[in-house]
């Protein structure tokens, strides 16, 4: 689903909503720096050299759990890389996807990553909203 080009949704699974670089995004005008999600034409550096990305384009897949192969090694890998625990959430959200549909997801993933107390969106990573302090859930909770 795009907002002003922005893509929420990466083929991985993972919600593009709640990256630090993608939310710094929404406010930065430098094209260098700025990432749209990596649906979008506009990516961060490692967005534009994933190899999940690039293996399920040109499967043309919308998700890497529509793959024959699903979870390949290389999703297998991402998925357990102690440097990024977020991506733990992948197998959830590839099922919810699957279940509920993209649009429900979407919606539940928005609600998910924004503060309960101010409703501005926030990362994988804060315990705490940047906006107003107040508790938010990161990755684990």
Not at 36 to 50: N, Y
Not at 80 to 87: E, G, N, Q
Not at 116 to 138: I, K, L, V
């Amino acid at each position: 689903m795009a907002h002003n080009g922005f893509q929420r949704e990466g083929y991985c699974g993972l919600y593009c909503g709640a990256c630090p670089k993608f939310l710094a995004s929404e406010n930065d005008t430098q094209e260098d720096t700025r990432c749209q999600g990596c649906k979008s034409a506009v990516v961060a550096g490692w967005c534009q050299t994933c190899t999940l990305k690039a293996c399920a384009r040109n499967k043309g897949l919308a998700f890497c759990g529509e793959c024959d192969l699903y979870p390949c090694a290389d999703l297998q890998a991402f998925i357990d890389d102690a440097r990024y625990p977020y991506h733990s959430l992948v197998p959830q959200d590839l099922a919810a996807i699957r279940e509920k549909g993209l649009d429900v997801w979407l919606v539940e993933q928005d609600t998910r990553w924004r503060c309960p107390a101010c409703g501005s969106s926030h990362s994988w990573h804060d315990t705490t909203c940047p906006q107003c302090g107040g508790p938010t859930r990161n990755w684990a909770g």
